[in-house]
């Protein structure tokens, strides 16, 4: 069946539309279910045009699975958090799979774009997919672009526009953007507090990581996972140190982190590495946490182009901040320069900086009631203590952590593990084989390579006023374990 120009503009605004709304940082639950149906009857009126476009069939399936899933979704979403996870994973693959559809009609037109009371420098516009560019004045008449534009089915009109104009004059052309919409929604690529969190941790791990390349005279990694993000400073260490623990880290990752910090700087000389009593049995990439799956899709796999035992797609481009752009925004306009500019910037504060921009003070245990503190505690303490039945993870971990001792023992490189202290409550419902077990892993290890390990599970140097939460210390813990660790360096 042949597509007008009509349908075709149509069909480009409708995903526009709901692409927009999906992609809405509110968007909540109901939100999404309530969208769902309209999604669904747009697909079912558009299907005798596309029925044979294979982007638009996978949209239409899709939303037909999503439709006969919906009440199963809305149970599932119950389970989750209040960042609503599984919805969001729905949500974004829904995004993918809308995208790809519209790129499939967008890259087959010519866009001629007019500027009304606006400038080429105003927003970058891509000059490989606009074919050409008039600026209007303010006193031209722009109810018309020329009527061959009009007739040719593959030269659609669009309008950028600043200021005030009736509907009427916007209706004459096929699209239509107000300059100052577009400029919002990019607004948030400069600004580090509205980075998303997945992202952040990305720049910040990059950000350290390629430091050392430059800084050649720090001798001190402080590695691991957020026991050593939240820790430890690296100001406070006796050596020149460099923090580079991101939060929810397995050992392979950390040890992933380690090796390249020394390929970029071979002149350090010791490594701190947290390691938990539930390390052995941890691995990131097998998770079936959609906040752990994107600790591997979203900030390891960009920085080491490694997935280690994931399974699922990865993109081999870093996730972009232009989410809240729209596909025919992304490809009309070429925001990749300014973001690339603002991820330098966002790298450069980061090289020095401690990963928490503001001071963390107080103490969940000190605010919260017993009743409160034991259930958060069991729930924490439960989350790790199912680790150590992984039996096929322990025994890959245990082989990785050997050949890495012996990479460090060879180079000459100290290394001091410590298990991170821990509050009386986290304690108490820690089960006492993960401890056993633990510790059967290192014996071999201590008997054969030369490395520290220091033991601060049951440290009464800290009170529960040094932890932030359960297992988690404060600014004023993290002052004392700096000093404890500083003191077994070998200098």
């Known amino acids: 069946m042949e597509i007008s120009k009509t349908e075709t503009a149509s069909v480009i605004t409708m995903l526009e539309n709901i692409y927009g ?12 279910q309530q969208i769902l149906p309209v999604i669904a009857n747009f697909c079912i009126k558009i299907h005798p045009l596309y029925n044979d476009d294979v982007n638009f069939m996978n949209l239409f399936n ?85 009527p061959k534009l009009k007739e040719n089915i593959q030269d659609f009109s669009i309008l950028l526009y600043s200021g005030q104009l009736q509907q009427p004059e916007k209706m004459n052309f096929d699209f239509y953007f107000e300059e100052e919409s577009i400029k919002l929604k990019t607004s948030h690529i400069t600004k580090l507090n509205q980075l998303d969190y997945y992202t952040r941790d990305r720049l910040y791990l990059e950000a350290k990581l390629e430091s050392l390349k430059k800084r050649q005279d720090i001798r001190l990694l402080l590695a691991g996972s957020s026991y050593t993000m939240c820790g430890l400073f690296e100001k406070q260490m006796p050596l020149p140190a460099r923090n580079i623990a991101v939060d929810a880290q397995d050992l392979y990752y950390s040890l992933k982190s380690i090796q390249t910090a020394l390929d970029y700087n071979p002149n350090i000389t010791h490594c701190i590495l947290s390691f938990a009593y539930y390390f052995w049995g941890y ?34 481009e870093a996730p972009t ?17 300014l973001e690339k500019l603002a991820e330098q910037t966002i790298r450069e504060h980061f090289e020095d900086a401690h990963y928490f921009p503001y001071p963390r003070v107080g103490s969940a245990v000190l605010q919260n009631d017993d009743i409160t503190n034991h259930h958060l505690a069991r729930k924490r303490a439960a989350s790790h203590n199912k680790f150590f039945k992984y039996r096929s993870t322990v025994q890959e971990n245990i082989e990785l952590f050997t050949l890495f001792l012996e990479k460090m023992n ?54 529960s006023s040094d932890f932030y939460d359960y297992d988690h210390l404060n600014d004023q813990g993290a002052e004392k374990l700096g000093k404890i660790l500083g003191k077994e360096l070998d200098l």
């Open 21 to 32: 709304f999906l992609s809405s940082d509110g968007l909540k639950d109901d939100g999404f």
């Open 62 to 146: 899709h939303v037909y699975k999503l439709m006969s899933n919906s009440s199963q979704l809305q149970n599932d979403a119950k389970e989750f958090s209040n960042e609503d996870e599984q919805c969001k994973a729905k949500r974004h693959k829904l995004l993918s799979i809308l995208e790809q559809f519209e790129y499939s009609l967008i890259k087959q037109i010519r866009f001629h774009l007019y500027l009304y009371n606006c400038t080429v420098e105003d927003l970058p516009v891509n000059p490989d997919n606009v074919t050409s560019l008039k600026k209007v004045s303010m006193h031209e008449n722009i109810t018309s672009p020329t």
């Open 283 to 316: 691995d990131l990439s097998l998770s079936t946490s959609l906040y752990q799956y994107k600790r591997v899709t979203e900030v390891n796999y960009p920085v080491f182009k490694d997935k280690h035992n994931f399974t699922g797609f990865l993109k081999d």
């Open 321 to 337: 901040f232009l989410t809240t752009l729209t596909p025919l925004m992304k490809h009309l306009f070429s925001f990749e320069k």
């Open 410 to 463: 060879r180079k000459g490189v100290q290394m001091i593990l410590y298990v991170p202290p821990v509050t009386k409550l986290y304690r108490h419902y820690i089960n006492s084989d993960l401890i056993s077990n633990f510790y059967k892993c290192m014996e071999s290890l201590q008997s054969k390579f030369q490395f520290k390990l220091i033991d601060l599970f049951n440290s009464e140097e800290f009170e």
